[in-house]
């Protein structure tokens, strides 16, 4: 068994939801299957419905079978997992029925309690309060907290500082599942491990950054979720921020968890505020019209299920984002994401400058350009375009562009590439916190969101429409082409 405490109860509170069965049961069943919590660790599932511990346990083992592979389901392991559930029906809002759940907790010290809120935001401060007053809190507690933490910085502020008189920060795990991929994790391998790179980064040798989180679904029957949060708030706050951080922050001292946070909260600190023209410059919001995906008519955003006619939520931001710091001083950063784009794409792309003397064909130097590109989905790894000479005898000194690629899922000796929630759950066991959010990013992140908002808000223009299926609206491809850049959308 493994060095670190893994003696845990682990209480899910929404355990019925589609968050619970659908990613932590299946992470949870695979962190067992492979050693890496002991067996006698318990999952407590939290939810309204009245159902009873067999109930719960057939209703995950039905979800361990639609979403784990049957070659990963083996008897052993499923068994020893499903051993482990319970359940308690608790309406989260009663302070009455907590007192079932304590007299459910184990009152041994050694076992650490791991309350994990897969709720609406709006119920992590009577949950926490309910918690204390029920007696279940102890100094070994720790909770964990699902996007979105609020809609706006004082809607976040009122949450953090509701869980904060429960909890201390050293107890509190925001998670963003981004910062759980593989690829993610190699992004800081990649920059402060290798040479190659790590003397490269800097404004003196990059030309641009863009990162791309792309996806092919709509809403899928979010309305009612989705037109209040927007792809701003659902996606650019939190997702495309944390990459933004992790690819532009400078190098901590060390890998420890708050050394790490610190970074990132500089690189928000330092980005430059979206303000006057700048609004007509930088930044672009957009909304899918029907079209067609995988050669499928899909019907455009205001024509889902439950639309409101008078709404004016964007399903696609397109930024450029300029950080005022003596690295990125006059790189931008262009950030993408969108619903009913073309691909189903999460990637992040260096372009390196050109050499300042070219000493080839003329005609080729706009392939006299490197490129690193990270991906994190579809398949994760990691490419670099490089030149070489043409093969052949009549081609004299011609160059061509290839890439030299990282598969993740075919160079690495393991059966599979594990999933983000399994990781950020196996460093929630163990409690190190540098792979989520603290809470002063979540203020920066929002602040400089919030700026956008607002304007968008007073504005009160209907975004720019694009079709389902194309990339985005056209204004998308001028932000950047009017650099003399273009979006990489390779796959």
């Not at 792309?349 to 579809?378: D, G, Y």
């Not at 590439?417 to 196996?426: K, S």
């Not at 975004?463 to 959308?489: F, R, V």
Request: proline share 4%; aromatic share 8%.
């Amino acid at each position: 068994m493994p060095s670190y405490n893994t003696l845990s109860d682990i209480v899910i509170f929404g355990a019925m939801g589609d968050l619970a069965q659908r990613k932590l049961i299946p992470a949870l069943y695979q962190l067992v299957r492979e050693g890496l919590i002991d067996n006698n660790c318990r999952i407590l599932g939290i939810a309204r419905q009245e159902i009873d511990k067999e109930t719960f346990i057939s209703d995950c083992t039905k979800s361990l079978h639609r979403f784990v592979k049957k070659t990963e389901l083996d008897k052993e392991s499923l068994e020893a997992f499903l051993s482990m559930l319970d359940y308690c029906k608790i309406n989260f809002t009663e302070a009455e029925n907590y007192k079932n759940l304590k007299s459910t907790l184990s009152t041994h010290n050694d076992r650490t309690r791991i309350f994990y809120y897969a709720t609406p935001a709006s119920m992590f401060g009577p949950i926490s309060q309910h918690l204390s007053e029920a007696g279940c809190l102890n100094e070994q507690c720790r909770m964990v907290m699902e996007k979105p933490i609020g809609h706006d910085l004082i809607s976040a502020n009122k949450i953090n500082d509701q869980v904060s008189e429960f909890f201390s920060e050293s107890q509190i795990y925001r998670i963003d599942h981004y910062l759980g991929k593989e690829t993610v994790q190699n992004l800081m391998a990649l920059r402060f491990a290798n040479p190659l790179f790590g003397t490269q980064w800097n404004q003196n040798h990059i030309s641009h950054v863009e990162i791309t989180v792309a996806e092919q679904v709509g809403i899928e029957g979010r309305w009612g979720y989705f037109d209040q949060a927007g792809q701003m708030r659902d996606m650019v706050q939190n997702h495309l921020l944390q990459l933004l951080c992790l690819t532009a922050m400078n190098p901590p001292d060390d890998l420890s968890a708050d050394l790490i946070r610190n970074e990132k909260v500089k690189v928000l600190k330092a980005m430059r505020p979206i303000t006057g023209d700048m609004h007509n410059t930088h930044v672009v919001r957009g909304r899918y019209t029907k079209g067609m995906i995988d050669n499928t008519p899909v019907p455009g955003y205001m024509e889902e299920e439950g639309a409101n006619p008078k709404s004016n939520t964007e399903t696609f931001v397109a930024l450029k984002v300029e950080i005022d710091n003596w690295r990125w001083a006059g790189v931008p950063f262009y950030l993408r994401t969108g619903k009913r784009l073309a691909g189903k794409l999460s990637q992040i792309t260096v372009h390196f400058k050109q050499q300042p003397h070219f000493i080839f064909n003329e005609s080729q130097r706009h392939l006299a350009q490197n490129k690193l590109t990270i991906r994190l989905q579809p398949e994760e790894g990691i490419s670099l375009q490089v030149l070489n000479k043409d093969q052949g005898l009549g081609n004299g000194m011609r160059l061509r562009s290839e890439s030299l690629n990282l598969s993740f899922s075919q160079s690495t000796t393991q059966a599979r590439i594990p999933d983000a929630y399994e990781r950020l759950l196996l460093e929630l066991i163990k409690g190190n916190q540098y792979l989520f959010v603290r809470r002063d990013e979540i203020e920066h992140a929002w602040k400089w969101c919030d700026q956008l908002l607002e304007h968008w808000k007073m504005e009160n223009k209907p975004p720019q429409p694009y079709a389902a299926g194309s990339w985005g609206p056209k204004a998308a491809d001028l932000l950047i082409m009017k650099d003399g850049n273009c979006w990489h959308e390779d796959q």
